[in-house]
């Protein structure tokens, strides 16, 4: 089993910044592809943005530019930077690993952005 726990989330102002984190751990072998999630109240979990275990790394159109993935294999730790936030960024974020095409989920991080 893969375990993932997302740190990082809070309240921002608009324009802000935040830096979350999500720490893998139990079996990580093979984990091949990592990514991040989120969910608005009232609406459907979304990709943010994912990358492989070689560097590869896909978003979502909208975020382009404002939100960066990354990932530590050393510390097995994936990263999501993102910058410029605004209102409608705020939901709960999730941290998501594919492990010899099995899904696994932390238990999500919230994000508010609001002045």
């Known amino acids: 089993q893969v375990q993932l726990v997302e740190s990082g989330g809070g309240l921002v102002q608009p324009g802000g910044s935040l830096r979350l984190s999500c720490a893998a751990s139990?079996?990580?072998?093979?984990?091949?592809?990592m990514a991040w999630y989120r969910q608005a109240p009232g609406k459907q979990r979304e990709l943010v943005a994912g990358?492989?275990?070689?560097?590869?790394?896909n978003y979502a159109d909208s975020l382009k530019g404002r939100f960066a993935i990354s990932r530590d294999n050393a510390k097995d730790t994936m990263y999501l930077q993102m910058n410029s936030l605004k209102p409608e960024d705020t939901a709960v974020y999730y941290c998501?690993?594919?492990?010899?095409?099995?899904?696994?989920w932390g238990q999500g991080t919230q994000v508010t952005v609001s002045s």
């Open positions: 998501n690993a594919v492990r010899f095409s099995m899904g696994f």
């Open positions: 139990g079996v990580i072998f093979g984990i091949n592809y």
């Open positions: 990358i492989t275990n070689t560097g590869q790394t």
